[in-house]
């Protein structure tokens, strides 16, 4: 366990589903981080939140809408996915967006879209 | 942004010093030098982090050359369990995850 933590685990949706992915984190981190991980490819950043202000949006579809209610989880909401869209999400922490250590990651939600 | 480039993989087997450098030759000077590994499914786990010359923990050394345009990771005696990605990263605020290095260890 490495105190950010995802749920669920593993999602199977279809493309007229609605799903959201929630992170949770009790480090006391003050920003929290979306990845997406596809097959083989780098993790690519979605979505900063510093201090529950959405800061950075990497040109992410619609389709993907996130959700910071506090500083301690993250959501990701999801709607009418296509099959591209099937990867490892990853949620991520760290303390300060402007301090460049200790970024603490969860073990990821494997989506699939069918 | 700093970009680096590393190896794509490297092969090894149990007991060896794996050493993977990773450049980073436009690395401006608020960087630090991070480095983290990731197993399948999982998500990337901070290893070590430097700004200049040597950093040790119980996991890795990481040496940084003066002019820091480089740095290498040094996983000593590695075991099956070290197979994993590598990945470097000279970002000072914005996590960009390059391809890494993907490391296996054979017995």
């Known amino acids: 366990e490495t105190g950010v933590t995802q749920t669920p685990r593993h999602l199977v949706m279809g493309m007229t589903n609605k799903k959201s992915l929630k992170c949770e984190q009790h480090l006391g981190h003050n920003a929290m981080y979306w990845y997406k991980q596809s097959a083989k490819k780098p993790l690519e950043l979605m979505f900063v939140?510093?201090?529950?202000?959405?800061?950075e949006n990497n040109s992410v579809p619609s389709r993907f809408s996130p959700e910071c209610p506090n500083s301690s989880h993250l959501f990701l909401h999801l709607h009418t996915l296509q099959p591209e869209d099937s990867a490892l999400y990853l949620c991520?922490?760290?303390?300060?967006?402007?301090?460049?250590?200790?970024?603490?990651f969860g073990s990821g939600t494997r989506l699939t879209v069918v | 942004l700093a970009k680096t480039t590393q190896p794509i993989s490297m092969d090894s087997y149990e007991g060896q010093e794996v050493n993977i450098t990773c450049s980073h030759n436009?690395?401006?000077?608020?960087?630090?030098i991070t480095w983290y590994q990731q197993f399948p499914s999982q998500g990337p786990r901070f290893i070590i982090q430097g700004y200049k010359t040597k950093v040790t923990n119980e996991v890795a050394s990481l040496f940084i050359p003066a002019d820091r345009k480089s740095s290498t990771l040094s996983l000593p005696r590695v075991s099956l369990s070290d197979t994993a990605v590598y990945y470097c990263?000279?970002?000072?605020?914005?996590?960009?995850f390059g391809a890494g290095t993907t490391v296996t260890v054979r017995a």
């Open positions: 436009n690395i401006a000077t608020n960087d630090y």
């Open positions: 990263l000279v970002d000072d605020y914005k996590l960009s």
């Open positions: 991520a922490s760290s303390q300060d967006q402007q301090v460049h250590y200790g970024y603490t």
């Open positions: 939140y510093s201090l529950e202000e959405r800061v």
